[in-house]
């Protein structure tokens, strides 16, 4: 063919009008769709907590907020003294105060902690269930895996007698205690990536005079990056996030958690109605630290989902 032919091809196929593939325009409509209805919750999270707490019914159905302000954001942080507020003539507002940073504290501790916990004797065990050999191996992992199917709920009176028996009543060990050591799921996850991993570096680590912890210390859980870092996530999030266990055991104030505080100060106002506008700027605030930890560690958390071990 010559190059005059191939450029009479090419004008032909440049001068041909380009179909639209309606086949893609519509899944791209779709997930606009889907994203607009997942993120616009959160978007009229942060025009509640914008508004100015007197306008929050008056134009609840204005799209952007009324007189927008930082007033709420600044009670929530105990910037504002919210008792000199009402009498000064706001209204809707709670005339508790939030300890803010201390709850802030509290909620780092308590997920902190079990999100340490959990990554470390959760990969323990799908390590054993992984690579030992002892009797009963996968009839053990079988029953220990039937926990996935026991609601949390059901669980919640036995551990709650455990820590009272305890005297752990109203103390951050008795907040995380339940939840310290593993979960069938975590073990479940790791396990997964460790049966994945090639048995040529652990052979090798042996032949060296490794022990079995050691292989596991020093060669497997290296290797496990990816899926530690999503465990630890997933796990850090769920312990920030839970509110009804915290809600039994840690009701004191100087144990209290950001969930349970939110929860406080939506039933300190005056007229009894909830004060809405400050809760929002409260949840807006605490889930910051979770918006922060998927921006930073998100591709983290994509590429472990891919990970298919060691070659």
Known sequence: MTAISQTKIQ?????????????????????????????????????????????????????L???????NFQRVLGMIDSSAAVEAGATNISVGTINFWTYLR???????????????????????FARLQFPFREQIFFIYLAGLMVPGIVLFIPNFVLIRQLGWIGTIQGIIAPAFLMTPFAVFFMRQF????????????RLDGATAF???????????????????????????????????????????????????????TPQGAPDWSGLMAGTVVSIVPTILLFIFFGRRVVDSIQFSGFK
């Open 65 to 71: 907020p009324y007189n927008a302000t930082l007033f």
């Open 194 to 205: 460790f049966i994945s991993l090639n048995r040529d570096l652990e052979e090798a680590a």
């Open 106 to 128: 509290n909620s780092f501790v308590v997920a902190g902690l079990i999100m340490i916990g959990q990554t470390i004797f959760s990969s323990m065990a799908a390590y054993a």
């Open 214 to 268: 050691g292989v596991f210390w020093r060669v497997g859980l290296p290797l496990m990056r990816g899926p530690l870092l999503t465990l630890a996530l997933l796990t850090f999030i769920g312990a920030w996030n839970e509110y009804l266990w915290p809600f039994l055991v840690g009701r004191d104030e100087e144990v209290r958690v950001l969930t349970v505080a939110l929860n406080v100060f939506k039933s300190q």
């Open 11 to 63: 004008e032909q196929l440049a001068a041909e009008p380009k179909r639209f593939d309606w086949g893609k325009i519509l899944i791209w409509i779709i997930i606009a769709f889907l994203v607009f209805i997942t993120l616009f919750p959160f978007y009229w999270v942060l025009r509640t907590a914008l508004t100015e707490p007197s306008s929050v019914y008056a134009h609840a159905d204005e799209l």
